[in-house]
């Protein structure tokens, strides 16, 4: 059974460039989530999907969206990139209501 | 959510048990604790989570005191492989997850 699945795994991007990261849920789960994590920092929380509208959203700019598709799988955009915006992107997957499963993450690089 | 305090780190001897104390004195009745490990370079893996009762799978145990303000996550037997950052995170269920710093544990040989 195949868990959380991201790709890509590792990306370099210029400053203003955009970039889209993608997230296969774990088999069975509905409900997707996006992490950021920052070297030596705990994840913090971007937004979540469910029945592909956005539910919930952290603090963090319109510069970040996402979508979610009928297989409940989902992408993470990030326009205008900023040096900051360097960090391991994390998926999350979960039966509403349920634990959540983690995938590897994407470490994007902005130089 | 309410927030949670955890110890920055520590040591656990191999094959002793380790217990990561979280204080999380602002919980309401209806939020669960969850606990999560990070293993260096890899996403967080669930390990556990709990409403009042204690909880015990094939990984932890968790332990919550009669007044939910704080919570214990032990593992029995600790392995050189348990090395990882421990997260204990109060949040409703189905909510999102709010990460603190975490606990380093550090299982030595």
């Known amino acids: 059974d195949a868990g959380v699945t991201q790709s890509p795994t590792h990306l370099i991007k210029t400053r203003g460039q955009q970039v889209t990261l993608r997230c296969s849920p774990k088999s069975g789960h509905d409900t997707v989530s996006w992490y950021q994590q920052a070297l030596g920092q705990g994840p913090q929380f971007i937004f979540q999907?469910?029945?592909?509208?956005e539910r919930q959203r952290g603090n963090f700019p319109d510069r970040f969206s996402g979508h979610q598709f009928p297989n409940y799988s989902s992408e993470l955009n990030v326009n205008a990139l900023l040096l900051g915006d360097s960090a391991l992107y994390l998926c999350?997957?979960?039966?509403w209501g349920s634990g959540y499963t983690f995938g590897s993450g994407t470490r994007l690089t902005v130089v | 959510d309410a927030k949670t305090t955890q110890p920055t780190s520590m040591d656990c001897a191999e094959g002793r048990a380790a217990n990561l104390p979280c204080n999380h004195s602002t919980i309401s009745g209806n939020e669960y604790v969850y606990w999560y490990r990070q293993i260096h370079s890899q996403g967080p893996q669930y390990i556990i989570h709990?409403?009042?009762n204690n909880e015990t799978n094939e990984m932890a145990s968790l332990i919550i005191t009669e007044d939910r303000k704080s919570s214990t996550l032990i593992l029995p037997h600790a392995t050189l492989r348990d090395t990882a950052v421990y997260y204990c995170?109060?949040?409703?269920?189905?909510?999102?997850?709010?990460f603190g710093a975490g606990t380093i544990l550090r299982v030595k040989s």
């Open positions: 999907y469910y029945e592909e509208e």
């Open positions: 999350a997957s979960s039966l």
């Open positions: 995170i109060v949040s409703l269920y189905g909510n999102k997850l709010v």
């Open positions: 709990g409403l009042k």
